[in-house]
T-cell receptor, first 113, second 114 residues
Framework: QQQVKQSPQSLIVQKGGISIINCAYE??????FPWYQQFPGKGPALLIA?????SEKKEGRFTISFNKSAKQFSLHIMDSQPGDSATYFC????????????FGQGTELSVKP | NAGVTQTPKFRVLKTGQSMTLLCAQD?????MYWYRQDPGMGLRLIHY???????AKGEVPDGYNVSRLKKQNFLLGLESAAPSQTSVYFC?????????????FGPGTRLLVL
């Protein structure tokens, strides 16, 4: 079963716009929620992560919003740039369950100049 | 510091052949993972290890075996390759403490099974 559901599957945004990707999870034992960025031909790389004791985390143009009661979290990319064009994955894990990541299906983001 | 490396980068196999994928990390990480990535399905965990000499099954373990004889290496084996195992395989590792959960990924191994 898919424990982490991600949407949309693809996203096209104009340069300078806001990109928003959403994820929903089922397992309330998850205690770590990272977002990974992947460029073609490369491995995923951590972009930003949040723990459920905070509702928002911001790093530069990237913000995670977290809603524990709804079991949802989202990634906002402000002032999107063509260099942000990549595939983004949300994920969730539990330290007590071996730290293994459960990934969403991925969102292919294209930022048009 | 090379991080996480994977060998080989690309391989073509015929159905029924066997092969071993090697993952190595030089960060003294305790936990290591093998994922496969398929279009539209994200990354799915195959097997993982929480320390030298230990292994455990992930979401999609069938058709694969693993070994962690040395802390820095994690091997993924395909005993009898099938076309359904055509995929991109990623290895990852983490330090293994409660505050250090960032998984570092290797560059991937592209496998084509004919």
């Amino acid at each position: 079963q898919q424990q982490v559901k991600q949407s949309p599957q693809s996203l096209i945004v104009q340069k300078g716009g806001i990109s928003i990707i959403n994820c929903a999870y089922e397992n309330t034992a998850f205690d770590y929620f990272p977002w990974y960025q992947q460029f073609p031909g490369k491995g995923p790389a951590l972009l930003i992560a949040i723990r459920p004791d905070v509702s928002e985390k911001k790093e530069g143009r990237f913000t995670i919003s977290f809603n524990k009661s709804a079991k949802q979290f989202s990634l906002h990319i402000m002032d999107s740039q063509p260099g942000d064009s990549a595939t983004y994955f949300c994920a969730a894990s539990s330290y007590n369950q071996g730290g293994k990541l459960i990934f969403g299906q991925g969102t292919e983001l294209s930022v048009k100049p | 510091n090379a991080g996480v490396t994977q060998t080989p980068k690309f391989r073509v196999l015929k159905t029924g052949q066997s092969m071993t994928l090697l993952c190595a990390q030089d960060m003294n990480h305790e936990y290591m993972y093998w994922y496969r990535q398929d279009p539209g399905m994200g990354l799915r965990l195959i097997h993982y290890s929480v320390g030298e000499g230990t292994t455990a099954k992930g979401e999609v373990p069938d058709g694969y075996n693993v070994s962690r004889l040395k802390k820095q290496n994690f091997l993924l084996g395909l005993e009898s390759a099938a076309p359904s195992q055509t995929s991109v395989y990623f290895c990852a590792s983490i330090l293994g403490t409660v505050t250090q959960e960032t998984q570092y990924f290797g560059p991937g191994t592209r496998l084509l099974v004919l």
